[in-house]
């Protein structure tokens, strides 16, 4: 598994990006395009996906408590 964990990649262009299998706890995806992406069985434990863009997204074999989505009000 590769660690990448609490690395920020807030604004990042990540379109259909291969995160699968990765450890991602604790980091941010603020406002980043991960449209595509593939985050297949990822780690994604106090993950930051704040106004990110998630369309198309593969979430398969991700827990659902170990990610969180918050989007801030405006």
Same mark, same amino acid.
């Given at each position: 598994?590769?660690? @990448? %964990?609490?690395?920020? =990649?807030?604004?990042? +262009? &990540?379109? +259909?990006?291969?995160?699968?299998? =990765?450890? @991602?706890?604790? %980091?941010? =995806? ?8 593939? &985050? /297949? ?7 930051? @996906? %704040?106004?990110?863009? @998630? /369309?198309?997204? +593969? &979430? %398969?074999?991700?827990? *659902?408590?170990?990610?969180?989505? *918050?989007?801030? /009000?405006?």
């Amino acid at each position: 598994m590769i660690n @990448l %964990t609490g690395v920020i =990649f807030d604004g990042a +262009n &990540l379109k +259909n990006a291969n995160f699968s299998g =990765f450890n @991602l706890s604790n %980091t941010s =995806f603020k406002k980043a395009n991960l449209q595509g992406a593939n &985050l /297949e069985n990822c780690n994604l434990a106090n993950v930051d @996906l %704040t106004d990110a863009n @998630l /369309e198309d997204i +593969n &979430l %398969t074999g991700v827990k *659902k408590e170990e990610g969180r989505r *918050k989007r801030e /009000e405006v």
